[in-house]
């Protein structure tokens, strides 16, 4: 139970159309739980229906029906309640309904909002027309309404994205998240699903995740002010958490048996990731009741290959390691790839769980599930798609990366305001010199939300078949062509992509599909993080000619470099450019004389 207070009800949520009363009674159903939804209740005591009481009497006189009837529901044991879309505006009914019950709010778009009212309306004409129906533009007040009240949903425990679900799959993923929470610690994840996306004020809310605000005062003065935040990656293959927080590596062993691990763990780490938490990390898988084995690879991209994934193999098969035991990835992206890529061929695959602890891993490469080793003639060339059980992000860890690594990884961090989150860009903004400190509380948002955006983009495109992950290449073309001109020597690829990422934006402004502004204010926002925002000094090869040539020269082998690159799909490179701060656009048309001349302005001294 959660401990904090009592479930004996399940209260479903949520805007009109998303089907909270035929979702209740299906779990009602499935739960043997008696059902009740308030609407009913109101109509049957006012002798007529709620838009009649809402002509004849006024909103007011409906709010208090409501909050009589919502009364008198939470009296119940074991019903599902549903209630009326506004209900959980009026804080008395929350404190309420959330002081004795699960609350579980079904999200929908407006859209799809939209079509289920019109549909149901037109199937029972004779019914008065629902009121939202029942103005000049439906969608744009649904999606006013809708938006006015996105803080009150926001305050449910868990949210079911219901576009393109049936009643009874949004009924047993109540019934999951019911499963889960009466038996889950506080720190339980918030659902991203397949078709949705995540909330954008769940992050945000001050001063945390609502949740959690019920929470406080079982919290040590600490665990106050990083409370854990997660989200859920849900892919056709596995669905999986993913743990965000301060100081979350004491709860590995507690994580991972939540999620029915158990066995023997093997942890696979480098030397410089061991030597700081090796010991530490073994101890919590112990104190957990783990079998414990430690692999430790050196660290660095040359170890990313074949040869050490052999060497796993043979430590396993020598440690007579079975198909439920768990290989622990504790480490970078270079870790992560390799442990996940043994993973998921020994014995066929194996259980794993990714502990990233460099900013690169924590908000991208240990998101998605992509593992794999490189080859001698090119990067990642063998690998698969293969999702662990698990995530755990404790951003304690990275007050020990180097503050290269660290400014490096904030650009991937900055790439995800700038292709799909304004709120979030905004953010950044407002809080560089706090996020570079590494502040606990705000290093932990910025994390989680980075985290979340990544899982929703895998979640709706889980092996890059479907085009929605080709957003994330924002700024990587260009990236990628300097880090093979370059022989990966020169940058660290978050460097190399934060150029990228100028050189997009001001192609986009060349083909005037961002304004002027909107570049300046990605150049600000990656300089302010460290980050370089052109090639300069960088694109002087030592080795060769005279300055001005060997500029020329550096620019012919990035491009020749982009177009072998993996995104060139038949012969045009598919661009991905913005259109304003949080759009993503991708385009396939842009003229190659273009690419030069933004690629020669940032080569500019
Ligand atoms: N699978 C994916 O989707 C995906 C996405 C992006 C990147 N990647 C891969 O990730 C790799 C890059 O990841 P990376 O940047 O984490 O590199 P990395 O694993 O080499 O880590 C960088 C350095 O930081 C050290 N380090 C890591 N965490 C530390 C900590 N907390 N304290 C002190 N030192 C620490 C490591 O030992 C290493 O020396 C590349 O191989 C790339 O291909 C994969
Ligand atoms: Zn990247």
């Not at 009740?36 to 109101?42: F, H, Q």
């Not at 006012?46 to 009497?57: L, M, Q, S, V």
């Not at 502990?355 to 998605?368: E, Q, R």
């Not at 192609?507 to 304004?515: E, F, K």
Request: aromatic share 6%.
């Amino acid at each position: 139970m959660k401990a904090d207070r009592e479930i004996t009800n399940l209260v479903i949520t949520g805007f009109s159309g998303t089907g909270k009363s035929a979702v209740a009674k299906e779990v009602a159903r499935r739960l043997s739980w008696d059902f009740l939804d308030t609407d009913d209740e109101i109509v049957e005591r006012a002798g007529k229906p709620i838009a009649g009481i809402f002509r004849d009497c006024g909103e007011d006189k409906f709010r208090e029906l409501e909050r009589e009837t919502i009364k008198r529901a939470c009296r119940q044991r074991q019903t599902v309640i549903a209630i009326g879309g506004g209900a959980i505006v009026d804080p008395q009914n929350y404190e309420l309904l959330a002081r004795n019950g699960l609350i579980v709010c079904l999200e929908a778009r407006p859209e799809t909002i939209h079509e289920r009212l019109f549909r149901e309306a037109a199937r029972s004409p004779q019914a008065e027309v629902r009121p939202l129906l029942a103005v000049d533009n439906p969608l744009e007040r649904i999606r006013e309404l809708k938006a006015s009240r996105q803080p009150y949903y926001a305050k449910a425990d868990w949210t079911i994205h219901t576009d393109g679900l049936s009643i009874s799959e949004v009924a047993k993923e109540v019934i999951r998240a019911w499963r889960l929470l009466s038996s889950a610690s506080d720190d339980t994840p918030i659902v991203i699903a397949r078709h949705g996306m995540p909330k954008q004020s769940q992050e945000y809310s001050a001063p945390g995740l609502p949740r959690s605000a019920r929470n406080d005062t079982r919290k040590t003065a600490r665990r106050d002010s990083d409370k854990d935040t997660a989200c859920l990656v849900e892919t056709a293959t596995q669905s999986y958490p993913i743990y965000v927080g301060y100081g979350l590596l004491d709860k590995l062993g507690e994580k991972m048996r939540q999620a029915a691990l158990a066995g023997t763990a093997t942890i696979v780490s480098d030397e410089n990731v061991f030597s700081l938490y090796g010991k530490r990390v073994e101890q919590v898988l112990r104190d957990a009741g783990f079998g414990v084995n430690s692999f430790v690879v050196t660290p660095g991209e040359e170890t990313k290959t074949m040869d050490s994934a052999v060497r796993i193999y043979d430590f396993l098969v020598e440690h007579r390691t079975e198909r439920h035991d768990i290989i622990v990835a504790l480490g970078g992206g270079v870790v992560g790839d390799l442990a996940g890529f043994v993973a998921a061929t020994f014995l066929r695959g194996v259980p794993w769980v990714q502990v990233p602890t460099s900013l690169v891993a924590m908000v991208d490469a240990a998101i998605g599930g992509k593992v794999g080793v490189n080859h001698p003639e090119g990067k990642n060339l063998i690998g698969s798609f293969y999702q662990p059980s698990l995530v755990l992000v404790d951003c304690e860890t990275l007050t020990t990366l180097s503050q290269r690594e660290l400014t490096s990884g904030w650009a991937e961090v900055i790439k995800y305001g700038f292709i799909l989150d304004k709120e979030f860009f905004e953010f950044l903004e407002s809080n560089v010199s706090k996020l570079t400190k590494l502040e606990p509380k705000l290093l932990t948002r910025a994390i989680a939300r980075s985290a979340a955006i990544k899982a929703r983009v895998v979640s709706q495109d889980e092996k890059e078949r479907e085009g929605k992950r080709i957003i994330l290449n924002y700024g990587h073309t260009i990236a990628h062509g300097l880090e093979t001109a370059t022989r990966y020597r020169r940058f660290l690829h978050g460097e190399a992509v934060a150029i990228g990422m100028m050189g997009a934006a001001r192609l986009s402004q060349r083909l005037g599909v961002l304004a002027a502004d909107a570049v300046e204010r990605q150049e600000a926002l990656l300089q302010r993080f460290g980050l370089p925002i052109s090639l300069r000094a960088q694109t002087v090869d030592r080795r060769r000619g005279k300055k001005g040539s060997r500029r020329e020269l550096g620019l012919v082998a990035i491009t020749k470099a982009m177009e072998v690159d993996k995104k060139v799909k038949g012969k045009a490179i598919h661009w991905v450019l913005l259109e304003d701060i949080g759009r993503a656009v991708v385009r396939s048309d842009v003229p190659q004389q273009d690419v030069l001349a933004v690629l020669r302005e940032l080569a500019k001294p």
